[in-house]
């Protein structure tokens, strides 16, 4: 009878440390569910101390939601009272098709635990249209299914609303990620009627940076409706009932480029410059601007680098418009050059793969022969040469001519009387005394932030002064890189205080 109570205390103890020693477990709210609906993952530990993963995304799907909490029981076993300590952790998220959730490790009172692998099953369900019986859907269509890299696409989602649905607040809504393409959010929102629905419209240009196969993974919203199972002490429906809703996804294929070119889409280019002959020292300025169908975004026109001349490009100015469902694109970028002596700008040759003639095409900006008149040219213009030219005598005396060998009447200089000069003595005392009282005026000088808005202020003054020209051209110089400018600090401030 001894030993079977020892063994039933035994057993019982075993059970006990089973049942509330640290552990770890991973579950799901629902093991099936529809495309278009989410799945939540439940990671559920035991124990004083918890560490959960940090966990952004489950099989390459964003976390759209989470939520932790914390929940202590207490259990009498033999008399004694012992407490159990779990924390939940629920992560929600979209899935699209069938997966297998992988293994998570825990750390649980500085030991590690590992969930188990678990089967989410997603069965395929008919998109909701937006003529259809639901109170609200979310959509995403894109104009095409294949391009080819650095050739955009534009994605539109479309929330629907049915007519008479009341909404307790705006939407919550969530963008899709877009990887492996370069995003432009279109700023101009359309909202219409279609039917018996309210159609809100949000369009993305798309543009990828490298070929593959590529899956748009979807938007997603959490819709407020007002809570009718929740009354006040009046029978008026308070609360909010929120429900998640997630859009479709869409495959897109990019195709590599058929020629390595620098832009693809249907573009031509323009450029002017303001002169071709200029004085030492004054800027040239040509413009390139790059106009058409296609994406711009992440153009970069190659840089000018001339020996002997300072160079100096703004950032260039990208505009994006929606036109016919189309993406029109403008760039525009300007260019200084400085220099004392003649120079060349070098032409500029831009391939482009042309997607309506399917054929490559070149942009070009010609080269362009600036002249500048040095200083020695400018003096000796300044400066004529004299029929008869001589030598120059440095030790003939020439005698010095006397006031008084003209015409004209000696100055008669006429005495002051000594109180006259008393009396101004005495005012310019009392003048000297009143200056005391008078207020001091002290003016705030403009402080230079940094070099490159010193550069912004000086140059529309370029042609003011050498001192400026020079300025300008050591900035421009230090600014595209040159280390060896030195720029006087208090030089520079003086030239911005006078001249803004």
Known sequence: MKKFKLILFAICYLLFTALYADSVEASLVNKEVVVGNMAQLKLKATGSSIEFPNIEEINGLPIIGRHRGSNSSYTYINGQMKSEQSTTLVLTFAPQKSMTIPSYEVTI??????????????????????NGKDKFALLMRANKKSVMVGEPLMVTVYFSLHHGVRLSDNPQYNKPEFKGFFVKDVEDQ??????????????YILTPKSEGNFTLEPATAKIGLVDRN??????????TSWIPIVSNTLNITVEPKPNDSDLVGVFSIKNSIDSQSVKANKPVNLTVTIDGEGSLEDFEF?????????????EAQITTNIVDNKLKSTFVKRFVFISDRDFSIPKRELSLYDTKSKTLKYLKVPSYDITVESTKTLNAVATPKEKNVGVVQSNIKVEKESMLDDDTKPIEVKSTDWYIVALAFVLGLLVSYLFKFVPTIS????????ESEALTLLYPHINKSKDIEDMVRKLYAKKNGNKNIQIDKVKLRELVENNT
């Open 302 to 314: 190659p840089a000018y680098e001339i020996d002997g001349v300072t160079i100096y490009s703004d």
């Open 443 to 450: 003016w705030k000088k403009r402080v230079i932030v940094n």
């Open 190 to 203: 359309k909202t219409y009627n279609e039917g018996n629905r309210q159609v809100t419209e949000l369009r």
């Open 109 to 130: 009172d500085g030991k590690s635990y590992k969930t188990k692998a678990i089967e989410l099953k997603v069965v395929k369900a008919t998109v909701p249209q937006a």
């Open 230 to 239: 929740r009354r006040d002490m009046f029978g008026r429906f308070f609360g």
